[in-house]
């Protein structure tokens, strides 16, 4: 069931170790960029639910990492080299880290400057927090369970890409989008904003949209997906879609 191959670059390993350097990079640069938007739209850095929600953050991504540089290297790899092929995945893409990565916290930081979300419940907090590391726990799984499990929808033909049907896709057939979704609305409730969720629901739009092409752009170029279509008819909630 696998796509026609050809040399993989990532069976250099100078190109891995490369790529892996270059994903380490990108992370880092992400979670500075989030932090320096969080607490200067705040005006404060005693914002203890930004503190959680950094701690949470840096906790996921050191497991995944753990996880991944003992079981599958390469895919750290292509995540910080992949090659954006689809003009739709550039806007969609961009458009949801707009959302996620700016504008949520962005929001988030100045609904507390400026009291928007006065009287926010803690339960609200814990809420988000828990739905936060859910959405991040989910997102894992899959990264972890599909080697294929990059940063933008292309098929890895260099790499012999074929479907994936364990750990969370043997449920529904992108999981990682599911966990997304869940990690943006969880993030609003946890920095303690109503507002936020406006960026919140326009991101979960988004990868809602994003899986509907890139589905569809599995089925038609992806050899094997169409059997699994048969048996996991669900793309991001079982019994929903």
């Known amino acids: 069931m696998k796509a026609a191959s050809k040399t993989s670059p990532f069976e250099n390993p100078q190109h891995t170790a490369k790529g892996i350097l270059a994903r380490f990079a990108q992370v880092a640069i992400l979670f500075v960029l989030q932090a320096v938007i969080l607490f200067p739209a705040a005006g404060r850095l005693d914002w203890s639910w930004a503190w959680v929600f950094l701690g949470i953050y840096v906790a996921s991504i050191t497991i995944n990492g753990i996880f991944l540089i003992r079981t599958s290297p390469e895919t750290i790899a292509e ?22 990565f700016l504008l949520i916290p962005l929001v988030a930081g100045l609904d507390v400057r400026f009291g928007w979300s006065q009287n926010f419940s803690t339960v609200w907090h814990v809420v988000g927090a828990v739905a936060f590391a859910l959405g991040l726990s989910l997102f894992g799984w899959a990264l972890i369970a599909n080697t294929f499990f990059s940063t933008v929808v292309r098929i890895q033909s260099d790499r012999g890409q074929a479907v994936c049907k364990d750990g969370p896709y043997r449920f529904v057939r992108h999981p990682g989008y599911t966990g997304a979704i869940i990690q943006s609305v969880g993030v609003a409730l946890l920095l303690g904003s109503w507002w936020a969720l406006i960026p919140a629901v326009a991101a979960v739009a988004l990868m809602i949209a994003r899986t509907s092409l890139e589905d569809r752009t599995l089925q038609t170029e992806l050899p094997g997906y169409e059997d699994y279509l048969k048996g996991v008819h669900f793309r991001l909630v079982p019994g929903i879609w």
């Open 79 to 100: 995540r910080g080299q992949a090659r954006m092929t689809k003009q739709w995945d550039r806007i969609v893409g961009g458009l949801w880290s707009l959302m996620q």
